[in-house]
């Protein structure tokens, strides 16, 4: 269940990586939305951070971009924020219109 739900954000991940391969907030809300229906599945917040931290997610983002996702999915799965309200505040902050 886990490995599957990742294996989407990679997938997900890899279509909407740039040249770069900067996150995107595209990309942080993924993460976010599949930390949410795993916790929606029974998984605990450290079964779901332990997640960000193997595989593809690691080889693919820089340290402080793996750590910004980890901290998107941290805040939604502890619903201190949510879905619509994390995609709305990385669009402001990396100057983009926000979704309504």
Same mark, same amino acid.
């Given at each position: 269940?886990? =490995?599957?739900? &990742?294996? *989407?954000?990679?997938?997900?991940?890899?279509?909407?990586?740039?040249?770069?391969?900067?996150?995107?907030?595209?990309?942080?809300?993924?993460?976010?939305?599949? +930390?949410?229906? @795993?916790?929606?599945? +029974?998984?605990?917040?450290?079964?779901? @951070?332990?997640?960000?931290?193997?595989?593809? *997610?690691?080889?693919? &983002?820089?340290?402080?971009?793996?750590?910004?996702? =980890? =901290?998107?999915?941290?805040?939604? &799965?502890?619903?201190?924020?949510?879905?619509?309200?994390?995609?709305?505040?990385?669009?402001?902050?990396?100057?983009?219109?926000? =979704?309504?």
């Amino acid at each position: 269940m886990v =490995r599957v739900l &990742f294996g *989407l954000l990679s997938v997900l991940c890899s279509v909407t990586a740039s040249a770069q391969s900067a996150l995107t907030c595209e990309q942080i809300v993924a993460g976010a939305q599949a +930390g949410l229906e @795993m916790r929606d599945r +029974g998984a605990s917040l450290n079964q779901v @951070m332990a997640e960000t931290e193997k595989g593809d *997610l690691r080889e693919r &983002f820089k340290p402080d971009e793996l750590a910004m996702m =980890r =901290r998107a999915v941290r805040l939604t &799965f502890t619903s201190e924020i949510s879905i619509h309200e994390l995609a709305e505040t990385c669009a402001a902050s990396k100057g983009g219109a926000t =979704r309504r």
